[in-house]
């Protein structure tokens, strides 16, 4: 049985990865909103908050470290203020950097850890009223290549990173009929992602069949960043 943590499991994709992992491992999950389940021990962090991630006294190696909180802060650039970038890079790129820190020295005790960090299609192809977001999440995409340079060869670190997923974050995207044929269309596999996909192709990531995997930005976004179909 191994070791894996999760930061931002209450809902969305880090909830199902933590019901996928909770067969066979031990998940140590953090956020805001507790969640119960057989193998899943919670303790609460705010990803925006000064509090430091406390260390359960039980936990002497960890084999997976998954960073999932994140923003959705659409505006157009010049209704943009300087704390919305701030707040995103806080979110996004600080929260993942003092749980990475953190946990440092029971990843390197594994001896094959996995760290797993989120960014967003938006990144590769550029979208209006994103510049926020985007600039937080292409800082978190360099710092997995950097970390994957330097954690090399006992810790690897990825992203994924997926267009429009149905999580909690995202419900005000597709709350109408109107809204999800609107993002069903401008997929090229016709509609957008579930928390379950996600969390599924993270589970891979974390396995041991994915080994020979680091440094990577997994692109899961329905064909939107690589393919056009008109």
Not at 29 to 52: L, P, Q
């Amino acid at each position: 049985m191994k070791n894996f943590v999760i930061i931002g499991a209450s809902s969305g994709i880090g909830k199902e990865l933590a019901t996928l992992l909770a067969v066979d491992n031990q998940v140590f999950v953090y956020g805001r909103t507790e969640i119960i389940g057989d193998n899943i021990s919670y303790s609460h962090w705010d990803a925006i908050a000064s509090e430091s991630l406390q260390i359960p006294a039980e936990i002497e190696q960890i084999d997976g470290l998954i960073y999932c909180p994140g923003s959705i802060n659409l505006k157009p650039f010049h209704r943009l203020a300087e704390q919305d970038f701030l707040n995103d890079y806080k979110i996004n790129v600080m929260g993942a950097v003092k749980a990475i820190q953190a946990f440092l020295p029971l990843l390197k005790k594994s001896g094959n850890a996995s760290v797993l960090l989120f960014s967003t299609v938006a990144v590769q192809v550029g979208m209006p009223f994103h510049s926020s977001i985007s600039a937080a999440k292409g800082a978190v995409e360099g710092l997995v290549k950097s970390l994957a340079a330097e954690f090399a060869p006992t810790i690897r670190v990825n992203s994924i990173a997926p267009s429009l997923t149905a999580t909690p974050l995202a419900e005000k995207l597709i709350s109408s009929p109107e809204k999800i044929e609107a993002s069903n269309k401008r997929h090229p596999l016709g509609r957008f992602g579930t928390a379950k996909e996600l969390a599924s192709l993270a589970q891979f990531l974390l396995s041991e069949n994915a080994t020979w995997i680091t440094g990577q930005i997994i692109h899961a976004d329905g064909g939107i960043s690589s393919v056009k179909t008109a």
